[in-house]
């Protein structure tokens, strides 16, 4: 257990729904990044926080993708309206500036039937 | 784009030193390389940095070549619970950038053998 914590673990939907996943970050660590991942590929970067401010988007995050994180605590991952495509891993890791590390929680798993 | 090549897939044998080469020709001279691991169903897992010397830690080593071209990560001693997906990283400092993102590329399957 990282101190990382993700919810849910899973999480299946049908297309055009929207899903909302939340990471809880270690109580200290002011960044916060969220990535995706498919089946044999590496996490790709989406978003990245420092504090309550969403400093950096990746092209990855389309309009129907929204991050927050308000007062710089926990953050919320939505996606409107699925598409099949959004199939993936969804991982939040944590960190800060005075440690050269970053804390990944488990993930959220998401499939759209 | 990740700045690094590794190679698809290993086998170790257990009980044996596993050594993982990476290459970053490209690297920067503010850049560390960074190596996480991603066991099955959980995040990446950070393993250990280093920028230009040999670093040790309870995981593993870095070995950094001089032109810091390339480096190896070795684990010591594998056992079964070392099988898993391990990637290097190039990027500057955390405490020396903004926000820039770890790029991950596909990784270095590991698979430890009895």
């Known amino acids: 257990d990282t101190g990382v914590s993700q919810d849910p673990r899973h999480k299946i939907t049908k297309r055009g729904q929207n899903v909302t996943f939340r990471c809880d970050p270690i109580s200290e660590h002011n960044r916060l990044y969220w990535y995706r991942q498919t089946l044999g590929q590496g996490p790709e970067f989406l978003t990245y926080f420092q504090n309550e401010a969403q400093l950096e988007k990746s092209r990855l995050l389309s309009d129907r993708f929204s991050a927050e994180r308000p007062k710089g605590s926990f953050s919320t991952l939505e996606i409107q309206r699925t598409e099949q495509g959004d199939s993936a891993m969804y991982l939040c890791?944590?960190?800060?500036?005075?440690?050269?590390?970053?804390?990944f929680g488990s993930g959220t798993q998401l499939s759209v039937l | 784009d990740a700045k690094t090549t590794q190679p698809t897939s290993m086998d170790c044998a257990e009980g044996r030193a596993a050594n993982l080469p990476c290459n970053h020709s490209?690297?920067?001279?503010?850049?560390?390389v960074y190596w996480y691991r991603q066991i099955h169903s959980q995040g990446p897992q950070y393993i250990i940095h280093g920028l230009k010397n040999n670093e040790t830690n309870e995981m593993a080593s870095l070995i950094i070549t001089e032109d810091r071209k390339s480096s190896t990560l070795i684990l010591p001693h594998a056992t079964l619970r070392d099988t898993a997906v391990y990637y290097c990283?190039?990027?500057?400092?955390?405490?020396?950038?903004?926000?820039?993102?770890?790029?991950f590329g596909p990784g270095t399957r590991l698979s430890v053998l009895p």
């Open positions: 490209t690297i920067s001279g503010n850049e560390y």
């Open positions: 990283i190039v990027r500057v400092a955390l405490v020396d950038n903004y926000g820039q993102n770890f790029v």
């Open positions: 890791a944590t960190g800060t500036e005075k440690r050269e590390k970053l804390f």
